[in-house]
């Protein structure tokens, strides 16, 4: 079934200047990017996005992180692209993901983390709007 997911290149990932690969990975992994745009947010819309959160231990720290630079959201679309991606990317702590995954290659740790992808359609649903208006999606 094809989907689209919500893809951050978080900051650390940027600031260490591995977007662009990271951007090869997906799209060797077959993806289409339908959007993309480079954003530094501010607290409330880091806290905003990750409101799910807000009762973990993390969340204040993970906040904190997501405004330290700029990052890049994008919307990919593929073949059950949800799961697709997040296998892409490795589990969230980059000790326990598997070899030739993103976190696993460019992570530093459990928080920064290189890259975020939703978790479900629901999550998807929630996400894809939060960063982009329906013009600056361009479907193929
Ligand atoms: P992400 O996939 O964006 O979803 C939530 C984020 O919270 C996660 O990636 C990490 O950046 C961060 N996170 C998850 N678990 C922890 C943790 N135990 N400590 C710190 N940050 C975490």
């Known amino acids: 079934m094809t989907q689209r997911t919500l893809a951050i290149i978080k900051p650390d990932a940027v600031a260490k200047g591995v977007a662009g690969q990271i951007?090869?990975?997906i799209e060797q992994g077959g993806f289409t990017i339908l959007a993309a745009k480079l954003i530094h947010m501010s607290r409330e819309q880091a806290a905003g996005f990750y409101i799910v959160h807000k009762a973990r231990p993390f969340y204040a720290s993970l906040c904190a992180f997501m405004t330290e630079g700029p990052c890049l959201p994008l919307v990919l679309e593929g073949d059950e692209a949800i799961q697709r991606w997040r296998d892409?990317?490795?589990?969230?702590?980059?000790?326990?993901?598997?070899?030739?995954?993103?976190?696993r290659d460019f992570a530093a740790s459990i928080e920064a983390n290189a890259v975020h992808g939703s978790d479900s359609p629901?999550?998807?649903?929630?996400?894809?709007?939060y960063f982009f208006a329906a013009l600056e999606i361009c479907p193929r």
């Open 23 to 25: 951007l090869g990975r």
């Open 88 to 103: 892409l990317m490795g589990a969230t702590d980059p000790a326990k993901a598997a070899p030739g995954t993103i976190r």
């Open 122 to 129: 629901e999550s998807a649903a929630f996400e894809i709007p």
